[in-house]
């Protein structure tokens, strides 16, 4: 079988001095195996617009951004904005849509996956529906998030021991998404992903935003609903175009 995935074409851009990854769904299989078994794996990273202009910035999450294995645009403004900048289309992917298909592809080789965050309900519905969806994808360890500071040692533990093949971190765990960028030199390097409502969608407790409304771009709209305070992100959206233009016109 792997003589037949041979496919890596991923090309990774420099869009407004933040990496994002080109990657063709009829590539997809193949990268990843690739990262799999070369030992190469590390995080993947969901790219929101807003993420974006975090990653402009200097700190823990522009490091955790550059050093990704994979940096996946998620907003429809980044392909866009990709495209009027370089002449290049990133493809754009729903997070969970992405990580069915990640999934999917670690299940054919039977590889392994743990667990991190969440609340025990959730995490446990949450569990069930994916081993049920993915019988083939071992279960090799999980734990709720919230846990206490002094338990954090003996998870990283487990995790290293366990070294399976995907990492999924959700909300509950302290720092987001910067814990796997400040754990990273303490986990094993299999693939980590980080995403925030993805274990509430696996329990169903969530729904994921309709395929319609997500091509169009709408999905904000969603998440509006929930937090109002979103609304104000309309800001950064501003200067996110005033950016584009800029480095349109100034910057080679």
């Known amino acids: 079988m792997d003589a037949e995935i041979v496919r ?5 851009i420099n869009f407004l001095k933040v990496p994002l990854d080109i990657l063709p769904p009829e590539a ?8 799999v078994k070369t030992g190469r794996a590390g995080n993947i990273v969901l790219l929101s617009l807003w993420d974006l202009l975090r990653a402009r910035a200097k ?19 980044l392909i866009g904005g990709a495209r009027f900048l370089t002449g290049k289309t990133p493809v754009r992917y729903m997070p969970f849509d992405f990580v069915i298909r990640l999934l ?7 590889y392994t996956f743990y667990l991190l965050g969440g609340k025990k309900s959730i995490l446990q519905k949450a569990e069930r529906n994916i081993r049920q969806t993915f019988p083939k994808l071992r279960l090799v360890g999980r734990y709720t998030g919230h846990f ?10 487990a995790i290293r021991k366990a070294s399976p093949s995907l990492l999924l971190v959700a909300k509950g765990v302290r720092g987001r998404e910067k ?4 754990r990273d030199a303490q986990l094993n390097r299999g693939l980590r992903l980080w995403c ?7 329990a169903e407790r969530r729904k994921r935003p309709s395929p319609g409304v997500f ?15 979103l609304l104000f992100r309309i800001f950064p959206y501003f200067y996110y175009k005033l950016l584009l233009l800029f480095y349109r016109l100034f910057v080679k």
């Open 196 to 202: 925030s409502d993805l274990f509430d969608v696996f």
């Open 148 to 157: 206490e500071r002094q338990n954090e040692s003996t998870i990283l533990e």
């Open 215 to 229: 091509r169009r771009g709408w999905e904000w709209m969603g998440f509006c609903a929930r937090n109002p305070l």
């Open 28 to 35: 997809m299989e193949a990268k990843i195996y690739e990262l």
């Open 59 to 77: 700190g823990e999450y522009r490091s955790y951004v550059k050093e990704a294995a994979l940096v996946i645009p998620i907003s429809k403004s």
């Open 179 to 182: 814990w796997l960028a400040r």
């Open 104 to 110: 999917d592809i670690l299940e054919k080789r039977e």
């Open 8 to 12: 890596t074409d991923v090309e990774r």
